[in-house]
């Protein structure tokens, strides 16, 4: 737990990508966020690992479930999003 929240720190630290942002994209059904923020990710997977849970250890689909996002889960199965993994 403690390495990861260090990791977390770090990558936070040196990335571009603030935190929770597509956690927040998908809380506020911004599409043209999750596909950037997504592709972003993609490109930089040490980042997306430390990225993609947010505090609560929720994932982007966890959270658009949860906010009744149907469209969003959707769109996030098929971007690749594992229900089991974060990414």
């Keep these: 737990q403690q390495q990861l929240q260090q990791q977390v720190q770090q990558v936070t630290a040196d990335s571009s990508i603030p935190k929770f942002d597509l956690h927040h994209a ?8 999750i596909l950037r923020l997504h592709g972003r990710l993609r490109q930089q997977p040490s980042v997306a690992e430390a990225c993609l849970l947010d505090s609560n250890g929720h994932t982007p689909l966890y959270t658009a479930i949860a906010s009744g996002r149907l469209t969003i889960v959707d769109l996030l199965l098929h971007l690749g999003h594992n229900p089991v993994r974060a990414l």
Excluded: F, I, L, S
Excluded at 28 to 33: L, M
């Design 26 to 33: 998908v809380r506020t059904n911004d599409v043209a966020g």
